[in-house]
Protein backbone atom coordinates (compact mmCIF):
# COMPACT_ATOMS: atom_id res chain seq x y z
CA UNK A 1 0.00 0.00 0.00
CA UNK A 2 2.71 2.53 0.70
CA UNK A 3 4.64 1.30 -2.26
CA UNK A 4 1.49 2.22 -4.37
CA UNK A 5 1.47 5.95 -2.41
CA UNK A 6 4.45 6.24 -3.59
CA UNK A 7 4.09 5.58 -7.00
CA UNK A 8 0.97 7.61 -7.06
CA UNK A 9 2.24 10.87 -5.76
CA UNK A 10 5.44 10.53 -8.21
CA UNK A 11 3.02 9.99 -11.80
CA UNK A 12 1.29 13.10 -9.61
CA UNK A 13 4.42 15.42 -9.39
CA UNK A 14 5.56 14.08 -13.39
CA UNK A 15 2.66 15.06 -14.85
CA UNK A 16 2.35 18.01 -13.00
CA UNK A 17 5.84 19.09 -14.31
CA UNK A 18 4.98 18.49 -18.18
CA UNK A 19 7.13 15.10 -17.48
CA UNK A 20 10.76 15.20 -17.60
CA UNK A 21 12.20 16.15 -21.57
CA UNK A 22 15.47 14.02 -22.74
CA UNK A 23 18.25 15.96 -23.43
CA UNK A 24 18.51 16.67 -27.27
CA UNK A 25 20.77 15.02 -29.51
CA UNK A 26 23.03 13.25 -27.28
CA UNK A 27 25.47 11.27 -28.45
CA UNK A 28 28.24 8.87 -27.29
CA UNK A 29 31.58 10.26 -25.88
CA UNK A 30 34.44 9.50 -27.42
CA UNK A 31 36.52 6.24 -27.34
CA UNK A 32 39.89 7.98 -27.79
CA UNK A 33 41.08 11.26 -26.32
CA UNK A 34 40.86 13.86 -29.29
CA UNK A 35 41.60 17.30 -29.09
CA UNK A 36 40.35 20.10 -31.81
CA UNK A 37 41.45 24.05 -31.91
CA UNK A 38 39.01 26.42 -33.37
CA UNK A 39 40.02 30.19 -33.68
CA UNK A 40 36.42 32.56 -33.94
CA UNK A 41 35.45 35.23 -36.00
CA UNK A 42 37.82 35.05 -39.20
CA UNK A 43 40.46 37.18 -38.05
CA UNK A 44 43.05 37.09 -40.69
CA UNK A 45 45.62 35.24 -38.40
CA UNK A 46 44.20 32.09 -38.80
CA UNK A 47 46.00 32.35 -42.09
CA UNK A 48 49.29 34.57 -41.24
CA UNK A 49 49.84 32.97 -38.26
CA UNK A 50 47.93 29.87 -36.94
CA UNK A 51 48.48 28.07 -40.66
CA UNK A 52 51.72 27.80 -40.22
CA UNK A 53 51.99 26.83 -36.57
CA UNK A 54 49.68 23.96 -36.83
CA UNK A 55 52.09 22.40 -40.28
CA UNK A 56 54.96 22.66 -38.40
CA UNK A 57 53.29 20.16 -36.11
CA UNK A 58 51.78 17.95 -38.99
CA UNK A 59 48.33 19.12 -37.91
CA UNK A 60 45.57 21.29 -38.76
CA UNK A 61 42.57 23.34 -37.15
CA UNK A 62 38.87 24.80 -37.66
CA UNK A 63 38.05 28.97 -38.56
CA UNK A 64 34.93 29.78 -37.37
CA UNK A 65 34.14 32.88 -40.08
CA UNK A 66 31.37 35.78 -39.37
CA UNK A 67 30.64 36.55 -43.12
CA UNK A 68 30.11 40.05 -42.59
CA UNK A 69 33.77 40.35 -41.41
CA UNK A 70 34.85 39.15 -44.45
CA UNK A 71 37.84 41.74 -46.16
CA UNK A 72 37.63 44.12 -43.64
CA UNK A 73 40.83 44.83 -41.83
CA UNK A 74 42.17 42.59 -39.88
CA UNK A 75 39.97 39.63 -40.89
CA UNK A 76 40.61 37.11 -43.54
CA UNK A 77 40.06 37.37 -47.57
CA UNK A 78 38.23 34.92 -49.64
CA UNK A 79 41.74 33.65 -51.10
CA UNK A 80 43.02 33.26 -47.43
CA UNK A 81 39.50 31.33 -46.50
CA UNK A 82 40.64 29.17 -49.67
CA UNK A 83 43.99 28.89 -48.31
CA UNK A 84 43.11 27.56 -45.02
CA UNK A 85 40.50 24.99 -46.86
CA UNK A 86 43.84 23.85 -49.49
CA UNK A 87 45.85 23.22 -45.96
CA UNK A 88 43.41 20.76 -44.68
CA UNK A 89 41.72 23.20 -42.26
CA UNK A 90 38.05 23.19 -41.55
CA UNK A 91 35.77 26.04 -42.02
CA UNK A 92 32.81 26.49 -39.70
CA UNK A 93 29.84 28.85 -39.68
CA UNK A 94 29.24 31.57 -37.07
CA UNK A 95 26.59 33.71 -38.38
CA UNK A 96 26.67 36.76 -40.79
CA UNK A 97 26.74 39.31 -38.48
CA UNK A 98 28.01 38.08 -34.91
CA UNK A 99 25.25 39.10 -33.34
CA UNK A 100 23.97 37.43 -29.74
CA UNK A 101 21.15 34.92 -31.05
CA UNK A 102 19.08 35.13 -28.20
CA UNK A 103 18.36 38.92 -28.43
CA UNK A 104 16.46 37.49 -32.24
CA UNK A 105 13.77 36.41 -33.88
CA UNK A 106 13.59 33.04 -35.30
CA UNK A 107 13.43 34.38 -38.75
CA UNK A 108 16.42 36.80 -37.57
CA UNK A 109 18.19 33.49 -36.54
CA UNK A 110 17.41 31.34 -39.90
CA UNK A 111 18.83 33.80 -42.03
CA UNK A 112 21.77 34.65 -39.95
CA UNK A 113 22.62 30.73 -40.19
CA UNK A 114 21.16 30.69 -43.94
CA UNK A 115 23.50 33.55 -45.14
CA UNK A 116 27.01 32.83 -43.59
CA UNK A 117 26.30 29.14 -45.06
CA UNK A 118 25.29 30.74 -47.94
CA UNK A 119 28.28 33.10 -48.49
CA UNK A 120 30.93 30.59 -47.82
CA UNK A 121 29.99 28.00 -49.80
CA UNK A 122 29.29 30.78 -51.99
CA UNK A 123 33.02 31.42 -52.24
CA UNK A 124 33.69 27.38 -52.53
CA UNK A 125 33.97 25.73 -48.92
CA UNK A 126 32.08 23.27 -47.54
CA UNK A 127 30.27 24.53 -44.60
CA UNK A 128 28.58 21.61 -41.84
CA UNK A 129 29.44 23.10 -38.52
CA UNK A 130 28.60 26.05 -36.58
CA UNK A 131 30.21 27.85 -33.37
CA UNK A 132 27.47 29.73 -31.84
CA UNK A 133 28.47 33.60 -31.56
CA UNK A 134 29.33 34.50 -27.38
CA UNK A 135 28.78 30.85 -27.00
CA UNK A 136 25.14 31.11 -26.46
CA UNK A 137 22.41 29.45 -27.66
CA UNK A 138 18.71 28.66 -26.84
CA UNK A 139 16.23 25.73 -27.58
CA UNK A 140 14.96 27.45 -30.70
CA UNK A 141 18.33 28.14 -32.09
CA UNK A 142 19.49 24.97 -31.83
CA UNK A 143 16.49 23.71 -33.83
CA UNK A 144 17.19 25.99 -36.37
CA UNK A 145 21.17 24.88 -36.09
CA UNK A 146 19.83 21.41 -36.83
CA UNK A 147 18.23 22.28 -40.24
CA UNK A 148 21.96 23.87 -41.89
CA UNK A 149 24.55 22.46 -40.01
CA UNK A 150 26.05 18.87 -38.51
CA UNK A 151 26.48 20.17 -35.21
CA UNK A 152 27.46 23.54 -33.00
CA UNK A 153 29.70 24.25 -30.85
CA UNK A 154 27.91 26.21 -27.45
CA UNK A 155 29.09 25.85 -24.01
CA UNK A 156 32.39 26.84 -22.11
CA UNK A 157 34.82 25.62 -19.89
CA UNK A 158 34.32 21.84 -20.05
CA UNK A 159 34.86 18.63 -22.01
CA UNK A 160 32.84 16.63 -24.43
CA UNK A 161 32.31 13.45 -22.48
CA UNK A 162 30.78 10.07 -21.68
CA UNK A 163 27.65 11.52 -23.64
CA UNK A 164 27.13 15.25 -24.88
CA UNK A 165 25.05 17.16 -26.75
CA UNK A 166 25.20 17.40 -30.80
CA UNK A 167 24.06 20.73 -30.71
CA UNK A 168 25.63 22.30 -27.89
CA UNK A 169 29.09 21.12 -28.13
CA UNK A 170 31.61 21.98 -25.24
CA UNK A 171 34.84 24.06 -25.27
CA UNK A 172 37.23 26.12 -23.34
CA UNK A 173 39.12 29.11 -23.85
CA UNK A 174 42.93 28.69 -24.57
CA UNK A 175 43.60 32.62 -23.62
CA UNK A 176 41.82 32.45 -20.73
CA UNK A 177 43.40 29.57 -18.75
CA UNK A 178 47.44 30.49 -20.01
CA UNK A 179 49.64 27.68 -21.19
CA UNK A 180 50.29 25.54 -17.84
CA UNK A 181 46.42 25.39 -17.02
CA UNK A 182 45.98 24.52 -20.69
CA UNK A 183 48.48 22.03 -20.16
CA UNK A 184 46.49 19.93 -17.68
CA UNK A 185 43.67 19.95 -19.24
CA UNK A 186 45.27 18.13 -21.93
CA UNK A 187 46.01 15.59 -19.36
CA UNK A 188 42.82 15.23 -17.93
CA UNK A 189 41.19 14.85 -21.32
CA UNK A 190 43.69 12.21 -22.18
CA UNK A 191 43.22 10.70 -18.65
CA UNK A 192 39.51 10.73 -18.98
CA UNK A 193 39.35 9.82 -22.90
CA UNK A 194 37.21 13.03 -23.64
CA UNK A 195 36.84 15.18 -26.24
CA UNK A 196 38.67 18.85 -25.85
CA UNK A 197 37.81 21.84 -27.97
CA UNK A 198 40.00 24.65 -27.64
CA UNK A 199 38.58 28.19 -28.87
CA UNK A 200 40.30 31.48 -29.08
CA UNK A 201 40.61 34.40 -31.38
CA UNK A 202 43.10 36.95 -33.04
CA UNK A 203 47.20 35.49 -32.49
CA UNK A 204 48.70 38.51 -31.10
CA UNK A 205 51.45 39.31 -28.87
CA UNK A 206 51.61 41.60 -25.94
CA UNK A 207 55.46 43.41 -24.41
CA UNK A 208 56.11 46.20 -22.19
CA UNK A 209 58.13 49.09 -24.17
CA UNK A 210 61.00 51.40 -22.58
CA UNK A 211 62.94 54.39 -23.69
CA UNK A 212 60.07 54.74 -26.65
CA UNK A 213 60.62 57.44 -29.28
CA UNK A 214 57.57 58.76 -30.85
CA UNK A 215 54.63 57.16 -31.42
CA UNK A 216 53.53 53.67 -33.13
CA UNK A 217 50.94 53.86 -35.73
CA UNK A 218 48.04 50.91 -36.13
CA UNK A 219 48.49 48.42 -38.88
CA UNK A 220 52.36 49.45 -39.36
CA UNK A 221 55.12 46.58 -39.43
CA UNK A 222 57.23 46.80 -36.91
CA UNK A 223 61.00 45.30 -36.80
CA UNK A 224 63.10 43.68 -33.83
CA UNK A 225 66.56 43.58 -33.68
CA UNK A 226 68.85 41.59 -32.70
CA UNK A 227 66.61 38.72 -32.82
CA UNK A 228 64.78 39.19 -36.29
CA UNK A 229 61.41 39.18 -35.32
CA UNK A 230 58.67 41.28 -37.43
CA UNK A 231 55.07 42.12 -36.31
CA UNK A 232 51.63 43.58 -37.21
CA UNK A 233 50.87 46.44 -34.72
CA UNK A 234 47.78 46.86 -33.78
CA UNK A 235 45.86 49.50 -31.52
CA UNK A 236 41.98 50.33 -30.86
CA UNK A 237 40.30 50.89 -27.85
CA UNK A 238 40.99 47.50 -26.33
CA UNK A 239 44.95 48.54 -26.87
CA UNK A 240 44.95 51.63 -25.04
CA UNK A 241 47.23 50.68 -22.10
CA UNK A 242 50.03 53.29 -21.85
CA UNK A 243 53.62 51.06 -22.00
CA UNK A 244 52.05 48.28 -23.50
CA UNK A 245 51.81 47.25 -26.87
CA UNK A 246 50.13 44.45 -29.03
CA UNK A 247 51.24 43.06 -32.49
CA UNK A 248 50.42 40.55 -34.87
CA UNK A 249 53.41 38.07 -34.79
CA UNK A 250 54.59 37.24 -38.62
CA UNK A 251 57.95 35.90 -37.97
CA UNK A 252 60.79 35.14 -35.05
CA UNK A 253 60.19 35.16 -31.52
CA UNK A 254 61.03 38.78 -29.89
CA UNK A 255 63.40 39.09 -27.12
CA UNK A 256 63.80 41.29 -23.86
CA UNK A 257 66.10 43.55 -24.96
CA UNK A 258 65.35 44.06 -28.68
CA UNK A 259 65.12 47.65 -30.25
CA UNK A 260 62.06 48.19 -31.62
CA UNK A 261 61.47 49.89 -34.87
CA UNK A 262 57.77 51.07 -36.62
CA UNK A 263 58.54 51.36 -40.58
CA UNK A 264 56.14 53.82 -41.17
CA UNK A 265 56.03 56.04 -37.86
CA UNK A 266 60.46 56.00 -37.77
CA UNK A 267 59.29 55.03 -33.74
CA UNK A 268 61.72 53.51 -31.19
CA UNK A 269 61.53 52.03 -28.25
CA UNK A 270 63.30 48.79 -26.07
CA UNK A 271 61.32 45.84 -25.77
CA UNK A 272 60.71 45.59 -21.46
CA UNK A 273 59.20 42.10 -21.30
CA UNK A 274 57.00 39.79 -23.23
CA UNK A 275 53.77 39.62 -21.15
CA UNK A 276 52.03 36.77 -23.28
CA UNK A 277 53.02 35.23 -27.03
CA UNK A 278 49.82 33.83 -27.88
CA UNK A 279 51.39 32.16 -31.02
CA UNK A 280 54.33 30.42 -28.63
CA UNK A 281 51.61 29.24 -26.32
CA UNK A 282 50.05 27.62 -29.35
CA UNK A 283 52.79 26.21 -31.08
CA UNK A 284 53.91 24.84 -27.32
CA UNK A 285 50.67 23.12 -26.19
CA UNK A 286 50.65 21.48 -29.42
CA UNK A 287 54.24 20.10 -29.54
CA UNK A 288 53.20 19.01 -25.66
CA UNK A 289 49.99 16.86 -27.59
CA UNK A 290 52.36 15.45 -29.94
CA UNK A 291 55.03 14.56 -27.76
CA UNK A 292 53.29 13.25 -24.29
CA UNK A 293 50.46 12.00 -26.25
CA UNK A 294 51.23 10.28 -29.52
CA UNK A 295 47.64 8.62 -29.71
CA UNK A 296 46.00 11.69 -28.68
CA UNK A 297 44.54 12.87 -31.99
CA UNK A 298 44.32 16.26 -33.07
CA UNK A 299 41.33 16.77 -35.19
CA UNK A 300 39.11 18.89 -36.38
CA UNK A 301 35.27 19.31 -35.51
CA UNK A 302 34.05 17.42 -38.58
CA UNK A 303 36.72 14.81 -38.48
CA UNK A 304 36.02 14.14 -34.70
CA UNK A 305 32.00 13.39 -35.17
CA UNK A 306 33.49 10.77 -38.01
CA UNK A 307 35.53 8.91 -35.24
CA UNK A 308 32.13 8.91 -33.49
CA UNK A 309 30.12 7.75 -35.61
CA UNK A 310 27.73 10.89 -35.91
CA UNK A 311 25.89 10.47 -39.46
CA UNK A 312 27.04 13.19 -41.85
CA UNK A 313 23.55 14.79 -42.88
CA UNK A 314 24.63 18.12 -44.09
CA UNK A 315 24.18 16.86 -47.47
CA UNK A 316 20.31 17.21 -47.06
CA UNK A 317 20.46 20.22 -45.20
CA UNK A 318 20.83 23.90 -46.06
CA UNK A 319 17.62 24.20 -48.50
CA UNK A 320 15.80 27.36 -46.75
CA UNK A 321 12.10 26.42 -46.59
Same mark, same amino acid.
Given at each position: ?7 ? /?????? *? ?15 ? #??L? +? ?19 E?GA?A ?6 ? $?? %? ?8 ? #? #? ?6 ? !?????? *? ?7 L??? @?? !? %? !????? =? ?5 I ?28 A???? %? ?7 ? @? &? ?17 R?? @???? !? ?7 G?? #??? =??T $? ?6 ? +? ?34 G ?9 ? *? ?6 ? $? ?19 T? &??D ?8 ? $??? /? ?7 ? /?????
Open positions: MRYLLIMT /LLAVFV *AACGGIRPRENVVPGPA #IPV +TFVFDDGFDTDYLVARDVFAQVCSAIATD $LI %DRPGFLEPVQ #I #IGLRDAGW !EIMGHT *ASHRNLRASPA @QV !E %D !ELFRS =KTILEGGVMVKNLVYPYNKSSGMIRAVARKYYRSRGGV %DTFNRDVFE @Q &YDLRSVSNKKFGLAKMRAVD @QAYA !ERDWLIIHHQ #IDV =KI $LTNETGAF +TRGEQLVFSPSGARGRHLRDRWFLSAGYLHYIPLATPQPGDRVTG *ASSGAVAR $LGKVVYNYRAEISELLAYVRK &YPMRIVTVDAA $LDL /LGIPDTTAV /LGKKP
